[in-house]
């Protein structure tokens, strides 16, 4: 029978518990020190932005008088920018994951779309802007206009859709595409009365959460040469446009030389925060009513 030696145990078991201990208390200092980085952050742009948030502020155009600049051709041009990303990355992205999970067979060549769809989300933002001002922009001619800032943004946040996507399709257990092809359906019928209104919830989820990430994004609008100049507000999608990432941005960099402007980027901040408060909240609702267990 072989010898324990107790003492040597416990001073293993020792060793293991002061290092989960340890790796605990650190865990916990990088939560705590977030959190408060955080409240500071936020704590600080809601400071500066009291009293400059009001209906008028919310309704006027941008101006060089600080007391009287708005951001409704922000908001206008956000709005518009959403018309574009929206119906685009839903499209796109969702039909991408149709693909990869129904259709495509398993092998080298869905491996590499695979690969290639996941390094895309890591890819920094300021390369798409690169990306849509050598195409869009100057390839097709589209210049800084709400068309070519939507299909940039588009791609942006599209492998993030696609990847949504193909987790909420491979969610779908098999056994309901099983029935639904002993019933007689097509792949197709399969995909579009039984998939897809199961992984609905996912897709929606991830499609908001992707909008949000396009709401706050600026270095790719930087890149295109998105103006926050006193410009009309747009009417369509070939219109000159700008965005409250935008605005908050050139805000930011004059509160140098005029000191108000610090106040109105703050309120910009917070307007934004509110706006991506509510579109993850939403996302956070559909997840949750919709959500099916098999």
């Known amino acids: 029978m072989k010898y324990i030696d107790n003492k040597l145990v416990e001073k293993k078991m020792g060793t293991r518990l002061t290092t989960n201990t340890v790796a605990k208390n650190i865990f916990l200092a990088a939560t705590l020190f977030g959190l408060v980085v955080l409240v500071i952050l936020i704590y600080r742009v809601v400071a500066d932005s009291i009293g400059w948030i009001d209906f008028e502020f919310l309704t006027n155009k941008l101006s060089t008088d600080a007391e009287k600049a708005g951001i409704m051709g922000a908001i206008s041009g956000t709005f518009w920018l959403m018309i574009v990303v929206a119906p685009v990355t839903l499209i796109l992205g969702v039909g ?18 695979q ?74 019928q399969t995909i579009k009365n039984v998939v897809l209104p ?11 959460l992707a909008l949000s990430r396009a709401i706050g994004e600026t270095a790719p609008l930087v890149v295109l040469g998105i103006p926050a100049l006193l410009i009309p507000l747009p009417d369509g999608i070939f219109d000159k446009f700008t965005v409250m990432p935008m605005q908050i941005y050139y805000w930011t960099l004059d509160s140098a030389l005029v000191a108000e402007y610090a106040n109105l980027a ?8 509110i706006v991506l408060f509510i579109m993850n909240s939403i996302a956070v609702l559909i997840r949750n009513k ?4 098999f």
């Open 96 to 113: 991408t994951a149709i693909y990869l999970e129904e259709y495509a067979r398993k092998g080298r060549l869905q491996a590499f779309i």
């Open 115 to 188: 690969t290639n769809i996941s390094n895309l989300a890591g890819v920094p933002s300021i390369v798409f802007g690169i990306l849509g001002l050598t195409v869009f922009a100057r390839a097709l001619g589209l210049g800084n206009i709400v068309l070519a800032g939507g299909l940039t943004m588009s791609l942006l946040v599209l492998p993030v859709v696609v990847v949504a996507s193909q987790e909420a399709i491979r969610a779908v257990p098999q056994f309901l595409r099983e029935a639904s092809y002993g019933m007689g359906a097509t792949k197709w």
């Open 266 to 273: 703050a309120a910009t901040i917070v307007i934004l925060l």
């Open 198 to 208: 199961a992984a609905l919830p996912g897709i929606l989820t991830g499609v908001i």
């Open 290 to 293: 919709f959500q099916r267990r």
